[in-house]
């Protein structure tokens, strides 16, 4: 039985004639860039959040900059963020002139430290980008009280968490601004590239939306310098479809990952994912910390069962920053874990038997 990481195809087919009416509805009716599924899926998706605005744009990363940029962050300036993510986080700090600067992550959880946020707060610090990853909300609140005690912004990056909760508080709904990838694989995905800003803020709304479309917010009408980075048409065709199912879907997952943690809760070479309390985990990913991960995840690959890691370095660790020259006891939780993080195959549509097989795989390695 071969197990896919994530199996795209399957959530398709559960949905294939309104995906596809979407599809021909976008091509016959030309609205390949802007046009009325882009309007709608932007005030759906701001309405589920129950936020004033939301920009749709070409991707997640790009969402992250465009947020600082229009926020004023730039040259001179820091932005505090997590040692484990996705490069995206990261890099879009770089690429605004700011310097990211890293904070190691908490136990068992896997997001920020709050306790270790404030010793890295100085004059140049700007703002806290948490990464709600997994699928798991980082300590918001808290982190929260700390930007308005520093008068710093706080960006959430919902990549991997759309409609997780915390303390019934939607991802993504705390901050000045959130962002949100439309990946294909991400939990809310499209059949490409795309992304979303969500904020609040009028004025930021209205910038973003200028700067993500050639400076302009009517045609030929350049207010300033931007960039082309636009949710095209049929993504969003797509992304409506799909956001009626996101619920079932997130709820999917969570119920695929209890079934996961109950079959290995009893073995002592593993470390189950933890839930916080009051919270709703969507988990994008299921991630256990094992003994001989390295190991194990061969045997699973060698059964046909596909097993990924999120992620192998720890981002202060990686090439791409090496001008910082930070050695692995600066940051110990994370790059601990990144020796023993191993990520098994979860989507919605993931059935009992095939967890089961994992878990018994899993088992026959350990001999327990
Ligand atoms: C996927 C992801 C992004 C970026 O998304 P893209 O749409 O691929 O640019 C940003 N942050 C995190 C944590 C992600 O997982």
Redesign the pocket.
Known sequence: MHIPFVDLHIQYLSIKKEIDAAINDVIRNSSFIKGNHVLDFEKAFAKKHDIKHCIGVG??????YIVLKMLGIGEGDEVITTAL??I??SE?ISQTGAKPVFVDIEKDYFTISVLKINEKINSRTKAILP?H?YGQCARIDEIKKICEKNNLFLIE?C??AHFAEHNKQKAGTSGIAS?F???PG?NLGAYG???AIITNDDELAIKCRMYANHGALEKHKHQIEGINSRLDGIHAAILNVKLKYIDKWNNNRLKNALHYNKLLSGIPEIKIPQIRENAKHIF?IYCIRAEKRDELKNFLLKNKVDAAIHYPTALPLLPAYKRFNFIDSDYPVASGYTQKILSLPMFPELSKKQIEFVASLIKKFYHS
């Open positions: 991707n997640g990363t790009d969402a992250i993510s996705w995206s986080t879009a990464v990853l990056d990549a991997q962002t990838s439309f990946f991400k590239d795309g992304g994008h």
